[in-house]
């Protein structure tokens, strides 16, 4: 009994696609046998017919590679994917780094992923099982959420939400009462884990930054807003990288061995020179706020701010209250 030929180049692709890739190729006896295996062997896959389905799946631009190997036998393979492996790593690395995402969701993405290429290549993806990581329980409100933010900032809609943080209790609380917030919706960004809004706040005209997992009651209205131009790439590096307040120069003396997390911080093309030895001293335009503050001073005795003057008396006076606390 013959396979159909529609159902046979398919089932040709599927198995060279699962099961081959650069370092696994298949003999033409291989193939013959694991299509029986699929179809029962009471199915008589001809050689020839398979020939012309590698012909035909090259013509549609399905790459199949013959390779000759020892006394002339010919092994196929299929090498060409959509995703380098090291792209699904990046893929796989921000699924399971995804706070809110739950253990569940996380599973079903990546086991999508790893469809994405051969079996043996899927099997050197990181899996779930290493990880162990605790998840929102509005996983679910959160993923039509993010879908309604999307559809807002693309066809240029007012967005209406509540918004809140936890307290002491671990009892969400809604800021302003509950009220809801009227936001001019521009970009969607991912950092440090989290998924941040980030539009202009209707009430007080203001550029504001939300994180998506504390919104509550999501909608979109049918208001419709025109949208003005201004550097998100600028915004992003003010607020998440440089701290959001009052632009000043600073001069700041860390130890050498801090040399990596102030780049990391301000940059390659950061003002750094040496000081002596054992130090060296950052010179660079910032925002000067209390996320600042408490970056410089996370690094306890190995960063001395040098100025602005405001900047060196507030770091006195939190180093003086700490000092205070554990000296009662």
């Known amino acids: 009994m013959s396979v159909?030929?529609?159902?046979?180049?398919?089932?040709?692709?599927?198995?060279?696609?699962?099961?081959?890739?650069?370092?696994?190729?298949?003999?033409?006896?291989?193939i013959i046998r694991k299509l029986e295996q699929a179809y029962g062997h009471e199915f008589n896959v001809d050689k020839r017919a398979i020939k012309r389905d590698l012909e035909a799946l090259n013509n549609e631009h399905f790459e199949v590679v013959e390779n000759v190997g020892e006394k002339g036998k010919k092994y196929y393979s299929h090498q060409a994917r959509l995703f380098e492996t090291y792209q699904l790593r990046l893929l796989v690395d921000a699924v399971l780094s995804a706070r809110f995402i739950t253990s569940e969701e996380t599973e079903t993405i990546i086991r999508k992923l790893k469809k994405l290429t051969s079996r043996s290549l899927?099997?050197?993806?990181?899996?779930?099982?290493?990880?162990?990581?605790?998840?929102?329980?509005?996983?679910k409100q959160i993923k039509l959420n993010i879908d309604k933010i999307h559809r807002a900032i693309a066809e240029n809609y007012h967005l209406h939400y509540q918004y809140g943080t936890y307290n002491v209790h671990k009892t969400f609380v809604l800021h302003r009462e509950g009220e809801m917030y009227d936001?001019?919706?521009?970009?969607?960004?991912?950092?440090n884990d989290y998924y941040y809004l980030i539009g202009y706040f209707v009430k007080t005209d203001e550029l504001r930054h939300y994180r998506v997992d504390r919104m509550r009651n999501v909608e979109i209205s049918d208001r419709k807003f025109k949208r003005i131009r201004f550097d998100i790439t600028d915004y992003v590096n003010k607020t998440f990288h440089m701290f959001s307040g009052e632009e000043q120069?600073?001069?700041?003396?860390?130890?050498?061995?801090?040399?990596?997390?102030?780049?990391?911080?301000?940059?390659?093309?950061?003002?750094?020179?040496?000081?002596?030895?054992?130090?060296?001293?950052?010179?660079?335009?910032?925002?000067?706020?209390?996320?600042?503050?408490?970056?410089?001073?996370?690094?306890?005795?190995?960063?001395?701010v040098i100025s602005p003057d405001h900047l060196v008396e507030k770091v006195k006076q939190e180093a003086e209250q700490l000092y205070a606390l554990y000296h009662k």
């Open 4 to 30: 159909p030929a529609t159902q046979r180049i398919l089932r040709l692709k599927q198995l060279l696609f699962e099961e081959t890739d650069e370092n696994h190729e298949l003999s033409m006896e291989e």
């Open 122 to 139: 899927a099997k050197d993806l990181p899996t779930p099982l290493i990880y162990s990581q605790t998840a929102s329980m509005d996983y």
């Open 183 to 191: 936001v001019k919706p521009y970009a969607l960004i991912w950092h």
């Open 249 to 304: 120069r600073m001069k700041i003396q860390f130890d050498n061995d801090l040399i990596n997390p102030v780049l990391d911080r301000f940059g390659l093309d950061a003002d750094i020179h040496p000081c002596d030895e054992s130090s060296f001293i950052l010179s660079a335009k910032a925002s000067i706020s209390d996320g600042l503050l408490g970056w410089i001073l996370n690094w306890g005795s190995k960063a001395k």
